[in-house]
């Protein structure tokens, strides 16, 4: 099945269309009811049955009312009369080539790259008006700063895999300096059973620059992210399929980072795919003082030569 056609079938199946990214802790649907909580999340090719484009990603992410007095959330949006919270996580994420054995340049290939950032987030909730309005900022490096290639050969090694063998022509050391914001509404609401919500977002900055829009659903026993969080159910189980559509302005995971022009390969811009197609769905379990999620995601190829992908991944949260 083409790319775009998988990508109509999931929207025709799903009637759903949301913004995501390679990691999205912020999004309605993950709401964790609470104003203090951790949570993990690992993302893996592996769970995909493949290894390439996004390889792997984690991310430690802390919601705490401390994290209002973080200096950083003056740069962000913080609405009068909205239910507010701040946080901070530290997020990791790789790419690779098809051919991970290979030691030289995969030419037509993407190149290998790795980014760690360090992000401050404040998520303004208005329960009147059903909406919810975020916004972050990174800030962090790419290159062979952030461990990309001991993350992956530590895990290969441990779990007997192929040792990656082309690191040494990964994307350059340069700095990560990214802003996001985002706005979703509710449109629909039935006895907390489904949802469906409309979504915009806008990434500018060194790493990631692009805009989307779309909408989300939940379907099951759902506790709405859109109502006070003392009304809320302490048990919930449901399921969300989501599907996005980005316009790409610059991805420094294929073309280098902005100010360094010594990495041995990039994409040219000219071969950046400047619109792409991504699916996510997956199971979410949430009682009085746990989280749990199991997704997959595919996403259309991210430059000419290239090809679709996907990926598996997993969040652990608890409350305090």
Same mark, same amino acid.
């Given at each position: 099945m083409k790319n775009y056609q998988l990508y109509f079938l999931f929207?025709?199946?799903?009637?759903i269309c949301l913004l995501a990214q390679k990691i999205d802790n912020m999004a309605s649907f993950r709401d964790m009811n609470a104003k203090r909580y951790f949570r993990f999340n690992y993302d893996?090719? #592996?769970?995909?049955?493949?290894?390439?484009? #996004?390889? *792997?990603? #984690?991310?430690?992410?802390l919601v705490s009312p401390n994290m209002k007095n973080n200096p950083i959330n003056k740069m962000l949006f913080n609405p009068k009369n909205t239910e507010n919270k701040y946080g901070i996580?530290?997020?990791?994420?790789?790419?690779?080539?098809?051919?991970i054995k290979n030691s030289k340049i995969e030419y037509g290939d993407r190149p290998f790259a790795a980014t760690i950032m360090l992000k401050s987030f404040a998520i303004a909730t208005d329960t009147i008006n059903t909406s919810r309005l975020i916004s972050s900022m990174n800030i962090g490096l790419i290159g062979p700063g952030a461990f990309g290639k001991e993350m992956q050969v530590a895990i290969h090694e441990a779990t007997g895999n192929t040792i990656p063998e082309g690191w040494q022509n990964q994307i350059k050391n340069d700095v990560v300096l990214n802003y996001e914001v985002s706005y979703e509404k509710q449109l629909i609401s039935y006895r907390n059973l489904f949802s469906l919500s409309s979504n915009t977002r806008l990434r500018l900055g060194t790493?990631?620059?692009?805009?989307?829009?779309?909408?989300t659903t939940t379907f099951g026993i759902v506790n709405t992210p859109f109502s006070s969080i003392k009304t809320k159910k302490s048990f919930s189980l449901y399921g969300f399929a989501q599907s996005m559509v980005n316009v790409i302005g610059y991805d420094a995971t294929l *073309?280098?980072?902005?100010?360094?022009?010594?990495?041995? #390969?990039?994409?040219?811009n000219s071969e950046i795919e400047r619109l792409t197609a991504q699916i996510n769905f997956g199971m979410i379990m949430q009682t009085r003082t746990m989280f749990f999620e199991y997704s997959r995601s595919l996403i259309t190829r991210e430059f000419e030569v290239g090809n679709s992908s996907k990926w598996g991944g997993i969040k652990v949260g608890f409350r305090f």
């Open positions: 929207t025709f199946l799903f009637p893996n090719d #592996y769970f995909a049955s493949q290894d390439q484009d #996004y390889t *792997q990603g #984690y991310s430690f992410e996580t530290i997020e990791h994420i790789g790419f690779t080539p098809f051919n790493l990631f620059t692009n805009a989307g829009i779309g909408v *073309q280098g980072g902005i100010f360094n022009k010594k990495s041995p #390969y990039r994409i040219s």
